[in-house]
């Protein structure tokens, strides 16, 4: 990165009655029937004795069946259970290393609302206190990693004073480093921004056409609408992504020009 870019940079950041008497009337001359069965079978023999006791056996259950599905009936079916979302509560005892194993394979940072509901709508004030002695947890076995507050949420990272041992074993990835050009623009919008390509032109004094349309398709930058004046040019800023890819909790986190420029490398 010029020189010059460096130092113009370093500047700025709801029922029928009738039915129901029917049903009455009939329900009333059961007692009735019932009576005539049971006296029928007194006068039966001995020897048919067993049989009658089942059948009778089996009317008197066929009429409790029956009963049952009547509007008289005095037995209440239980309402159906509302079907409701599978929900997983996590305890007090569980709720730091369920945290810890979600930070570690969410590919982004995840905030206290999405915490909050994957560990059973626990409160956001006890998902924060857990992170807390996460961080704390972290930092007392001097760990390589650490839990860090990045774009609105909450991400496992490594520790800046390991970053040059990190570069050493992914400098095989040429696919994530961004060109020359490219580096110098996402700059110049990080410092400045919201920004008009041709404000990028004065500062660069190159075109950045390529560049920045480099840098939307990384989601690294975003329009963040026109600017007032004459043609109404569109704006530009860095991205949500753009904050999570250089594990920043917000710009105010933005590092000087030579250490951003270390980061991209």
Do not use: C
């Amino acid at each position: 990165m010029s020189d010059d870019i460096k130092d113009h940079l370093q500047e700025n950041h709801s029922e029928n009655d009738s039915i129901e008497l029917e049903s009455s009337e009939a329900s009333s001359d059961a007692p009735a029937v019932e009576t005539a069965v049971e006296e029928s079978s007194l006068e039966t023999s001995p020897i048919d004795s067993e049989e009658d006791d089942l059948e009778k056996i089996r009317i008197i259950a066929s009429d409790e069946e029956l009963a049952g599905d009547t509007p008289d009936s005095n037995l209440v079916e239980p309402p159906p259970e509302a079907e409701t979302e599978d929900v997983v509560t996590a305890s007090r005892e569980e709720l730091k290393p369920a945290i810890e194993a979600l930070l570690f394979v969410a590919d982004e940072p995840l905030p206290f609302k999405q915490l909050s509901k994957v560990m059973g709508n626990v409160r956001d004030e006890d998902v924060k206190a857990a992170i807390d002695e996460l961080v704390a947890d972290y930092e007392n076995r001097g760990s390589g990693l650490e839990i860090r507050e990045i774009a609105g949420g909450w991400r496992i990272s490594t520790r800046p004073q390991n970053h040059e041992f990190i570069r050493k074993y992914l400098k095989s990835r040429p696919s994530a480093r961004l060109s020359l050009p490219a580096l110098e623009t996402l700059a110049v919008i990080a410092y400045k921004q919201p920004i008009t390509i041709p404000e990028i032109l004065e500062i660069r004094g190159v075109t950045s056409s390529s560049a920045i349309k480099t840098l939307l398709e990384k989601r690294l930058i975003v329009t963040k609408g026109r600017k007032e004046t004459v043609g109404r040019p569109m704006l530009y800023g860095t991205s949500r992504e753009f904050l999570i890819q250089f594990g920043m909790k917000d710009l105010t986190e933005l590092p000087s020009i030579e250490d951003f420029e270390d980061l991209t490398q």
